[in-house]
T-cell receptor, first 110, second 115 residues
Framework: GQNIDQPTEMTATEGAIVQINCTYQ??????LFWYQQHAGEAPTFLSY????GLEEKGRFSSFLSRSKGYSYLLLKELQMKDSASYLC???????????FGTGTRLQVFP | DVKVTQSSRYLVKRTGEKVFLECVQD?????MFWYRQDPGLGLRLIYF???????EKGDIPEGYSVSREKKERFSLILESASTNQTSMYLC??????????????FGPGTRLLVL
């Protein structure tokens, strides 16, 4: 079967660093996406990993370990506007479909 | 910039009504998707289309149908709306390329309430 797990909620302080974890079990693996979704808005693309290792994009980084079925999204120098839900999604072989986790709601406090 | 638009942001319908949700993308993408998003359940795929007139069932197709007569437009149809179809409906589009690294681009969503 296919399963993606993320923590439901996290809190952090402005200026801090937060790591949002995602573990997955899928029949075949062909990439992992992270999306950001502000309340009442559409998800927007943050990052894509298909090979093991760290991908850095400004304040956001994403890590993948295929052997462990594990990824994390690292947010540095947190800002109030980073308060949002973060969705982990996995693509299997030979399909363009994504399986989404339930999302992690991050609240950033001053 | 990719633009995905949905016909309504908010919709209120009565049980038993036929409901049409429209989605249009302007980037000539091959793939289009319909999801529903519910608290605690995340995004779940209803239907997927990879070409005009082509469709594939997602994880929760029961009670829904779709239509893709033109490449830019993908419609979701609730044949007879029920209260358990009250949800946020999100449309997405994606370019189909070898390698699978293309992201999906989402529309703003339609919040449907069925009374």
């Amino acid at each position: 079967g296919q399963n993606i797990d993320q923590p439901t909620e996290m809190t952090a302080t402005e200026g801090a660093i937060v790591q949002i974890n995602c573990t997955y079990q899928t029949s075949g693996f062909n990439g992992l996406f992270w999306y950001q979704q502000h309340a009442g808005e559409a998800p927007t693309f943050l990052s894509y990993n298909v090979l093991d290792g760290l991908e850095e994009k400004g304040r956001f980084s994403s890590f993948l370990s295929r052997s462990k079925g594990y990824s994390y999204l690292l947010l540095k120098e947190l800002q109030m506007k980073d308060s949002a839900s973060y969705l982990c999604a996995v693509r299997s072989y030979n399909t363009d479909k994504l399986i989404f986790g339930t999302g992690t709601r991050l609240q950033v406090f001053p | 910039d990719v633009k995905v638009t949905q016909s309504s942001r908010y919709l209120v319908k009565r049980t038993g009504e036929k409901v049409f949700l429209e989605c249009v993308q302007d980037m000539d993408h091959e793939n289009m998707f319909w999801y529903r998003q519910d608290p605690g359940l995340g995004l779940r795929l209803i239907y997927f289309s990879y070409d005009v007139k082509m469709k594939e069932k997602g994880d929760i197709p029961e009670g829904y149908s779709v239509s893709r007569e033109k490449k830019e437009r993908f419609s979701l149809i609730l044949e007879s709306a029920s209260t358990n179809q009250t949800s946020m409906y999100l449309c997405a589009s994606q370019r189909s390329l070898p390698g699978g690294q293309e992201t999906q681009y989402f529309g703003p969503g339609t919040r449907l309430l069925v009374l």
